[in-house]
């Protein structure tokens, strides 16, 4: 019967890209590690040490180190390398919050740990965080920050002093602040203070620096974030279903919006760029890591491929413009760092473009609205589960006038099938005949053979937009629904679902007109519950919480129209 090969048709073009998305997880492209040797002053270099130094002028990478400098002249700028009372055997300094446990090193007061206290990496091992940062092997991953002038200024390999090896968040109190110091003989002071507040992972950055020296001091405030890229990293990480989601460098601007850049790019397309009101990125699934420089700012932002082991390095950076302090006076530089996950509520409230590190991707317009009204109904019932059964009954109320023009027209070529097997009989192996003669009845009996092609075709990008949701939403992460579903972002461990949709299936072709189909049809028809089952068994249970529930209404919708057009006869 012709009227249902478009829809089947669509139905394996649909399955083809979902089968396609789930192969890349597993099989696409992974990438290698450089055949890169290190240098023998390499070798002999730890983290931030190897300093060849660059001008910043236009915020351009350094050749071979991980430091900016300020623009010098003809002369060059001065050596900056470490030496050994550089090479500081102090412990790390660990703060904790509500939600956030930090590790400090006081070389430059980088954030070399970072862990999310809300966010068990699986349910299995519920005290194992989500951890962000990382100063170990193919996982590093830093949060950098420092001073660039061509005076004594302390950057992200100064030693700095701390008061206390530990920090905490006392009970009842709203914020913690984390002060660390640095002194040159010569009467500068820089006090870097880490400020963070309940509830909050954005995370406040303060220079604040003294110029107890006889001449003015000028300089800049840098920031960036440096990691490493990982086999693991490219394979899922955390062991949720996000493999195939970005991971990457972020840049935002207000006249570019959000750029991304993979890292494969950086090392053959470096960025290089200045503007203000943006900030930058490093972004994986579920969680990113973000500097963002004061509002009104005009800040120069760049990327780098940096090896100091062999195994390449990313570096995303951002450099402020210069000021001067006079002898005597003080002046405060102040940026935010953002460690967390992408809450989309709140990430609008902390910077502008902030939500765009959400992924959605080219489904982007049908997944943000489906999203916001999931989360709405998720507000009013506490469940998302819940939430999105209720999200799937308003869709098939929204698509209820144009799935009822569906099963009306299926409903009367049921009625139809007698004269179908009787054109068939009458006209045998004439293809052609038999066709003209069932357009001429369908026109005749006023029924439309491809009225069931639109309510699939628009249930196709929703039905992939909810998939990007599902896997994009950290608010859906290890989300329970109820009984045996813990997880709504993983599969199903009993496989309940899936079946459940098949037995919705099965039920649903049988109130579905065969007549006139010719045996491939037929078997590729019966076949789908199948095929759907199988497939349904490694998706996301929301997912197939939302398939199994509109299959489930539509047959129930399928079955009260068929009965009432053959009760009106």
């Not at 954005?202 to 001091?217: D, K, L, P, Q």
């Not at 991971?247 to 760029?273: A, C, L, M, T, W």
């Not at 049921?414 to 069932?438: C, F």
Request: proline fraction near 7%; hydrophobic fraction near 40%.
């Amino acid at each position: 019967m012709a009227n249902l090969r478009p829809v089947l048709l669509l139905t394996l073009v649909f399955l083809g890209y979902l089968l396609w998305v789930e192969w890349q997880k597993d099989y696409g492209p992974q990438p290698q590690p450089r055949a890169q040797q290190p240098s023998s002053q390499q070798q002999a270099t730890t983290v931030g040490a190897d300093m060849s130094l660059p001008s910043v002028s236009e915020a351009a990478p350094s050749e071979g180190g991980d430091v900016p400098v300020v623009s010098a002249p003809e002369s060059s700028a001065p050596d900056m390398a470490i030496g050994p009372s550089m090479q500081s055997e102090r412990p790390v300094v660990k703060v904790t919050t509500d939600v956030l446990e930090l590790g400090i090193d006081p070389v430059g007061g980088t954030v070399v740990t970072a862990r999310l206290l809300g966010y068990p990496v699986s349910l299995d091992a519920p005290t194992d965080k989500v951890q962000m940062f990382s100063r170990q092997g193919e996982g590093f991953f830093i949060a950098q920050s420092g001073l660039l002038s061509r005076e004594p200024a302390p950057n992200h390999t100064a030693v700095y002093e701390s008061s206390s090896n530990a920090y905490a968040l006392a009970e009842g109190a709203d914020e913690l602040r984390v002060p660390l110091t640095w002194t040159d003989p010569g009467g500068m002071r820089v006090t870097k203070t880490y400020i963070l507040k309940r509830e909050r992972y954005e995370i406040e950055v303060r220079h604040t620096v003294t110029n107890g020296s006889g001449a003015t001091w000028s300089g800049s405030r840098y920031e960036q974030l440096q990691r490493a890229r990982s086999l693991e990293d490219d394979e899922g990480g955390f062991n949720d279903p996000g493999r195939y989601s970005f991971k990457g460098i972020g840049f935002y601007s207000p006249e570019e919006k959000f750029e991304k850049i993979n890292f494969d790019d950086v090392s053959s397309e470096p960025f290089q760029r200045s503007f203000s009101d943006g900030w930058l990125a490093m972004i994986q699934h579920y969680f990113f890591a973000a500097w963002i420089p004061p509002a009104g700012e005009t800040n120069a932002y760049s990327t780098q491929e940096f090896s100091p082991t062999g195994w390449p390095r990313y570096i995303a950076r951002s450099v402020s413009p210069a000021v001067s302090i006079a002898p005597s006076t003080s002046h405060e530089f102040s940026s935010r760092l953002y460690v967390g996950p992408k809450l989309q509520d709140e990430l609008q409230d902390i910077a502008p473009g902030l939500e765009h590190t959400v992924n959605y991707g080219i489904f982007t317009v049908f997944s943000k609205p489906l999203f916001w009204l999931l989360s709405n109904i998720h507000d009013f019932v506490g469940n998302w589960g819940w939430a999105i059964i209720l999200l799937t009954v308003l869709i098939k109320l929204a698509f209820f006038k144009l799935t009822e023009a569906q099963y009306r027209s299926m409903a009367r070529m049921r009625k139809l099938q007698p004269r179908i097997e009787a054109l068939k009989e009458r006209y045998g192996d004439d293809k052609q005949r038999m066709s003209q003669a069932m357009m001429e009845m369908y026109k005749k009996e006023k029924v439309n053979p491809l009225g069931g092609c639109l309510p699939i075709l628009v249930q196709i990008p929703i039905f992939i937009a909810l998939y990007w949701v599902l896997l994009e939403s950290v608010e859906l992460r290890q989300a329970p629904f109820v009984g045996w579903i813990h997880n709504l972002s993983a599969r199903d461990p009993y496989f309940i679902l899936p079946v459940l949709n098949a037995v919705f299936m099965i039920l649903t072709q049988r109130l579905t007109p065969t007549a006139g189909m010719d045996p491939l049809q037929r078997k590729m028809m019966n076949a789908m519950p199948v095929v759907f089952s199988v497939m349904f068994a490694f998706f996301p249970a929301g997912l197939v919480l939302y398939w199994a529930t509109n299959a489930g209404l539509s047959l129930a919708q399928q079955w009260y129209i068929t009965r009432k057009i053959a009760a009106a006869d």
